[in-house]
Every structure is written in C-alpha cells, then in structure tokens.
C-alpha cells in the first residue's frame, strides 16, 4: 500500500494537568482504616466548627469547603476505595498526578454521568470523580416494592488490537461495599465480555441485568463498561485515527523505498517518497480503527543517523561533509 502526504495539525491527544494531592483523612482527622460511622460522627463534630455563619476561624470558608469534598469521597463507599488505591505515601500539597490507568476494573452504582457535586469541589476532585459519580436512585420507599435495580459502571482497559479484530475477553470488577463492621471492602468478579469490531476509547458496551438486583419483581440494573485502551508501545490514538513514529535511514529518506511497516492488523508496505524530510506524515487510508468510515493510520518519518562508531564511518561522514556542500542553517544567516 503506498502513502501520501497528509497536510494538517498533529493529533489532538487527551493530556493531564498535575495538581496538588489532598489528603482527605487528613482533612477528617481520621485514620485510613476508620469506620463509616467514624467519619461521619468526625464530620459532624467539624462541620459544627468550621461553619461560616458561626465560626470565627478567619479560613472558616476554605476550610468548611475542603471538609465537604472531603467527606463527599469518605462517607461514599465507592468513591472511598478507589481513593485509597492511590495509596498512603502522598502528603497534602505533593504534586500530583493520576495513573494513566486509574479506577480502571472499578465498579460504581449509576450511569457515570458527571454528577453535579464534581464542579463545587477542586481540579483534584473532578480529575478523579468528575466522570465516575453516577446519579443514584433515591433511597426513599418504592413503589409497591417493585423496582429496577441501579445501573452500574466501570472504565476497563482493552488492547488496541481487540478494536481491529474483535475479541472476548475475561473482565475482573472490583465492587466496593461495606462489612458488618462498617469498614469499606472490595468484592471480585469476572466477566466474560465480548469487545466488538470497531470500538473507540471512551465508547460504552451494555451488559443487560449486570448491575444492582432488583426489588420485588424488578429486573436488575444494566452494567456500562467504559473502553480505555491500553498504552501502546508503537502507536497513539487519536478517535479511530492511529499514530505511529517511523525511523527510517538518510538513505531511505533522500532516495525513496518501500518499507514494511507494522500496523494494528499486520504488515503492509509503505512507500516512502523521494526526498522524504524528517516529520513529514503519510497516511495510510482506512488503516486505522474499523468503522464507517473507518480512520487512518498516520506514519511520522524520523530520520535517524548511523553512529558513527567506527573508523570507516567517521571516514565516510568527512567524506559526505566535503562532497554534499550541504548547510540546513542557511536560512537563518543574515
């Protein structure tokens, strides 16, 4: 298959601002292994004292705040295991950063839908739980005692592969809940879950009746799994869009060649124009994630140098120096 020049802006990549961390026991005065009703009783008590239209700390506003975002991910079993994933070594106000596969394999009650919470509090929170606090039901009476049960929802990882070709694969949740004793737990369970040809990254796939049991006569929820694929040795992702960096040889740039170059679906030949810069893209028409239309695979050229490590290869780069006459800075002399 040959390539042809792509003119255009480079891929719009998702990226992630650091931030600073918050320790939200901390915040409570709690330990990481506090009951629920511990926190609860310790928010109260805090609450009381740091109420703007009665305390007379002169932070009473900030610190009221930070206590409601705080306990907003404690008192939430859900949201409280996922936070301790990120574990215990960081201190309020470290520089922080998400795993790039955080809250994947997690299961959590509702849609996923942006909850309306996520905007009051800070960039730390809604980088974590902006997107994963689904609106719950109401835990009023039901009517008649019959109803559906919640719709739950998770991020999973997929290889990129699996979107080319389609594929069944075993997906492990982890749903979070609460002992007898009031401690937040994680429960396991796998599924086996047929990932279609096609599927983009941040797509949902509908497992009917997977999620919260119903009551009375009521069907159960649904689960949504959410795709994220997983990070790629060679390629970057862009919508259906697939990005892959080449090296090639001065020789193969300057003269032109045919190349067999990797894709998502296997080799294919490339052909590399003569004269080909380093930078420049090619793309390789409806090779990228099946679809109607399906997208394209974009190859950057990166034009690599022989080391030169030997005496003959020294002796060939003064060759070329004396013979090419070549200067890539002249457009930069007066």
């Known amino acids: 298959m040959s390539g042809s020049q ?3 802006q480079p891929p719009s990549l998702r990226l992630v601002n650091s931030m600073e961390y918050k320790d939200y026991y901390s915040v409570m005065g709690v330990k990481r292994d506090a009951s629920q009703d511990e926190i609860k009783r310790a928010y109260r008590r805090l609450a009381r004292k740091f109420h703007p239209d009665v305390s007379k700390e002169s932070d009473a506003e900030a610190r009221f705040k930070e206590l409601g975002e705080a306990y907003a991910v404690l008192k939430d079993a859900e949201k409280r295991a996922a936070y301790n994933e990120l574990g215990a070594n960081w201190q309020t106000g470290q520089e922080f950063k998400p795993p790039p596969d955080w809250g994947t394999g997690f299961e959590f009650t509702g849609s996923g839908i942006d909850g309306g919470d996520s905007a009051a509090f800070s960039d730390f929170f809604e980088t974590l739980f902006g997107q994963r606090t689904g609106a719950q039901r109401s835990a009023g009476p039901r009517p008649e005692f019959h109803a559906r049960g919640d719709d739950h929802h998770a991020k999973v990882l997929v290889d990129l592969e699996d979107a080319y070709n389609g594929a069944t694969r075993t997906i492990n949740l982890r749903t979070p809940a609460l002992d007898e004793s009031g401690h937040v737990v994680t429960r396991d369970r796998a599924l086996n879950v047929k990932i279609p040809k096609g599927i983009t990254q941040g797509q949902r796939i509908r497992l009917s009746r997977q999620g919260s049991p119903g009551v009375g006569s009521g069907h159960a929820g649904d689960l949504y799994l959410e795709i994220e694929f997983r990070p ?3 390629y970057a992702i862009d919508g259906r869009d697939v990005y892959l960096k080449l090296p090639v040889t001065p020789w193969e740039a300057a003269l032109g060649a045919t190349i067999k170059i990797p894709t998502p679906s296997g080799f294919v030949d490339l052909k590399m124009p003569e004269g080909t810069s380093s930078g420049k893209r090619l793309r390789l028409k409806g090779r990228g994630i099946p679809g109607s239309p399906p997208g394209d695979l974009y190859v950057t050229a990166e034009i690599t140098l022989p080391p030169a490590n030997s005496d003959l ?22």
Do not use: C, D, V
């Not at 003064?318 to 002249?330: A, F, S």
């Open 6 to 8: 792509e003119a255009g």
């Open 232 to 234: 790629h040795r060679l």
């Open 313 to 334: 290869a020294k002796e060939f780069y003064r060759k070329m120096r004396q013979e090419l006459h070549y200067n890539p800075r002249g457009h930069l002399e007066a």
